[in-house]
Nanobody, 124 residues
Framework: QVQLVESGGGLVQAGGSLRLSCVAS????????VGWFRRDPGKKHEGVSC????????VYEDSVKGRFTISRDNDKNTVYLQMNSLKPEDTSVYYC?????????????????WGQGTQVTVSS
């Protein structure tokens, strides 16, 4: 069964940090582009950060540049999102996603395998 499972969300004060993890099962992430998205109720998924199967040239949404870092550990079949200097506006449900093809961008329709999401809440 192909599955992505996120963890690491929680409640943190503004200025704090969290690291989200996404473990894949049923397939190897080595050959997949991966990404992190977030979605507020009633809104569309917003691409936060995505990267190719090779792990090079990650892309970031403008508001998280310099604060968030995407990385992957292929040995652990895991993708991470390190989030520093968190702001209340970062509050959302965060999802990881994977796709066999890397298109150089971070758009929801480019990814076909999704996790269930993890809640991140940043208090002011």
């Amino acid at each position: 069964q192909v599955q992505l499972v996120e963890s690491g969300g929680g409640l943190v004060q503004a200025g704090g940090s969290l690291r989200l993890s996404c473990v894949a099962s049923g397939f190897r992430l080595d050959d997949y582009a991966v990404g992190w998205f977030r979605r507020d109720p009633g809104k569309k998924h917003e691409g936060v950060s995505c990267m190719s199967d090779r792990g090079d040239s990650p892309v970031y949404e403008d508001s998280v540049k310099g604060r968030f870092t995407i990385s992957r550990d292929n040995d652990k079949n895991t993708v991470y999102l390190q989030m520093n200097s968190l702001k209340p506006e970062d509050t959302s449900v965060y999802y990881c996603a994977a796709d066999r093809w890397w298109r150089g961008d971070c758009e929801r329709h480019q990814f076909d395998t999704w996790g269930q999401g993890t809640q991140v809440t940043v208090s002011s």
